[in-house]
């Protein structure tokens, strides 16, 4: 509680003083809290994948089966579950002040938006996505040029006419809502989709006969959202720990002790993001070492640490790397 004397202060005065102060915390304390940055994440596939990385970052989302509305334990965030094939057009517009959605989708918006991060995750996989146009493997259609006025069906109709245009081909390009596979070659030539493996082309016995784009998820921004200070402050602080978060996935910690003589040899061969950690040991004849490597090469480094002199290895998860 706030509450002011002086000489010339009476118990009355007094308690009006700290009356007065209390509500003008208040007052400041609800400006605070209305500052919200308005973000769009994807509804679908994508969903869970988005959630679990604001969870690593460090924000925690929770939405009901069938609502639209996440709530977050972050007051200054209000986000709002939108298809990503729409999230650039709302963000563009200033519906919403950022978004997380694909390269894809921006680009076949072509949505004047500010890309704040390139953010390389997806459904399954940490590759990039590919939208590619597919035929029958029995088909005669070998290249773009081929689709002369041929039939085409995708949800990616602005990039397909696009593609087309570019190329010199008339095609007629249809809308659709999805399960593009089973349409070729009975009802349409070839489809526009997008694709992380290929594995739902090849069941189809389908075959990719070009890759239009390649695509990551963006974090994506309003402009007249981007000028504004606080808003923007709150977006490079997602996107930093966002980041971080990614950077984390294919790393791990790794820590040993290691003698002195035997330290040369260790540190030739141990990577590090810059170079390893070196803490001293009760016993002045060894040393700890720690460093962070690529999780994909711990499984053979391991073992040659251990033969170079390396003892009481641990290797750790990480939740966050910020370079």
């Not at 526009?192 to 994506?220: C, K, Q, Y």
């Not at 709150?234 to 990614?246: C, N, P, W």
């Not at 035997?262 to 141990?270: A, Y």
């Amino acid at each position: 509680m706030y509450r002011f004397f002086g000489p010339n202060l009476d118990p009355a005065r007094d308690l009006l003083y700290t009356l007065y102060a209390l509500e003008n915390r208040a007052r400041l304390s609800t400006e605070v809290t209305d500052l919200k940055l308005k973000i769009g994440l994807p509804k679908g596939s994508l969903q869970e994948s988005t959630f679990a990385m604001f969870k690593k970052a460090g924000w925690t989302f929770r939405v009901g089966s069938r609502s639209y509305t996440p709530t977050c334990d972050d007051d200054e965030l209000d986000a709002l579950l939108v298809r990503p094939q729409e999230i650039p057009r709302y963000v563009e517009d200033g519906i919403l002040d950022a978004g997380l959605t694909g390269r894809d989708w921006v680009v076949d918006n072509d949505a004047d938006v500010v890309e704040v991060a390139d953010l390389s995750y997806n459904k399954t996989t940490t590759r990039p996505l590919r939208v590619v146009a597919a035929v029958h493997e029995t088909s005669d259609i070998k290249t773009v040029k081929d689709l002369e006025g041929k039939r085409i069906s995708t949800e990616y109709v602005n990039l397909t006419k696009r593609w087309l245009a570019e190329n010199g081909v008339s095609a007629q390009v249809e809308f659709s809502w999805g399960a593009c596979e089973m349409k070729v070659p009975q009802l349409v030539d070839a489809i526009v989709v997008n694709t992380e493996t290929g594995s739902s082309l090849r069941a189809n016995s389908l075959r990719i006969m070009d890759t239009i784009l390649e695509s990551t998820a963006r974090l994506i921004a309003n402009k007249a959202s981007w000028d504004d200070p606080w808003k923007r402050e709150k977006m490079e602080q997602l996107a930093m720990l966002l980041m971080g978060a990614l950077n984390a996935e294919r790393l791990v910690g790794l820590k040993m002790n290691v003698r002195k003589d035997d330290l040369p040899k260790v540190t030739s061969i141990l990577p590090a993001l810059n170079r390893p950690t070196l803490s001293p040991l009760a016993d002045e004849t060894w040393v700890a070492v720690e460093t962070v490597i690529n999780e994909e090469t711990v499984r053979d480094l391991i073992p040659q640490l251990r033969h170079a002199g390396a003892e009481g290895l641990v290797e750790y998860p990480l939740n966050k790397v910020i370079y």
